[in-house]
């Protein structure tokens, strides 16, 4: 059984509602608005499909002219193959929840999350969902990337980029912070930043990522070469234009002294030869598994 104490963690203005196959936790002030609009632990029924592109599909409600993002969790790797949209553990997004508040008051830039729920599948399992506010005038730093790349952006603005997420990963292991999922996918880029100056940076899909006292050098350079492997797997598809100029102005954002940064480049290498065998087996179990992909349950 769930340990459901968990949500005693959660802030004050955060209220707590259960039905008898869902929980929802939700701001308390935007309790009755969710609800009216079709959203409450008993129903979900007031989503409607979101022009946004994530992982799965996204969803939206709209309150006034209040937007909010509905992400339903969906497994990568091997899992999305076994288990799809299904989680043994409901308390996820709650946790999600937690940890957007914290990054918050820390100074990152997170999209503010207002709601999380879990719904009972029958015995499989649990559905999830996070409600986040929409956060208008952004495209995702893989996408700006891949424009770049078709010379649809000058290229310069992801030299910027790639030196504004330098510092932003910087200041996530200063905080000893791991994003678990650490891909340009999950980081948004304000549009209009673009212009002004030094690009504004949101971070995105914090499930999984937690906060690891004393967090190791090790630990900083594999996260780092999640990163790099992503970039160089799109690369291939044509999607990075640039990918070594990309990683020169990123270390040199996240480490400006060129010794250590010499130093982490060379943690990250090793690091990535690790994982590489490891992760180019698994996309060709992916790829295999693909063609007997079973749909996923309603």
């Known amino acids: 059984m769930p340990d459901w104490s968990e949500l005693e963690r959660l802030p004050p203005d955060v209220l707590t509602l259960r039905h008898a196959r869902a929980v929802l936790a939700v701001r308390r002030d935007l309790a009755q608005p969710l609800a009216a609009a079709g959203y409450s632990a008993k129903s979900a029924a007031g989503l409607s499909p979101s022009d946004l592109a994530g992982r799965a599909p ?4 709209a309150l006034g002219a209040q937007r909010f993002v509905v992400r339903r969790f969906s497994h990568g790797g091997l899992l999305r193959w076994l288990t799809g949209q299904l989680y043994w553990d409901p308390l996820r997004p709650f946790r999600e929840m937690l940890l957007a508040r914290r990054l918050a008051g820390l100074g990152i830039r997170v999209p503010e999350v207002v709601a999380a729920r879990a719904s009972r599948v029958l015995l499989l399992g649990w ?3 996070l409600v986040s506010r929409r956060i208008e005038g952004t495209l995702d ?3 700006l990337l891949s424009r770049t790349a078709r010379g649809s952006l000058p290229v ?12 932003l990963v910087a200041r996530l292991h200063a905080i000893e912070f791991l994003h678990a999922d650490l891909t340009p996918r999950n980081v948004l880029v304000d549009a209009d930043s673009l212009q002004a100056g030094e690009p504004g940076l ?3 899909d914090l499930d999984g990522s937690r906060f690891v006292p004393g967090l190791s050098a090790s630990q900083r350079s594999t996260n780092l070469a999640r990163l790099w492997r992503h970039v160089t797997y799109t690369q291939r ?11 020169r102005a990123f270390l ?5 002294r060129r010794v250590e940064r010499r130093a982490w480049m060379r943690a990250v290498a090793r690091a990535h030869r690790r994982g590489a065998n490891l992760h180019a087996a698994t996309r060709a179990l992916e790829r295999g598994l693909g063609a007997k992909r079973s749909r996923p349950l309603p």
């Open 58 to 61: 996204l969803f939206e409600l």
């Open 127 to 129: 559905r999830l969902e």
């Open 141 to 143: 730093l893989g996408t």
């Open 156 to 167: 310069e603005l992801e030299t910027r980029c790639a030196r504004a997420l330098g510092q």
């Open 202 to 204: 949101w971070l995105l």
């Open 237 to 247: 598809e044509g999607l990075v234009a640039r990918p070594a100029a990309l990683c």
């Open 252 to 256: 040199r954002a996240y480490e400006p």
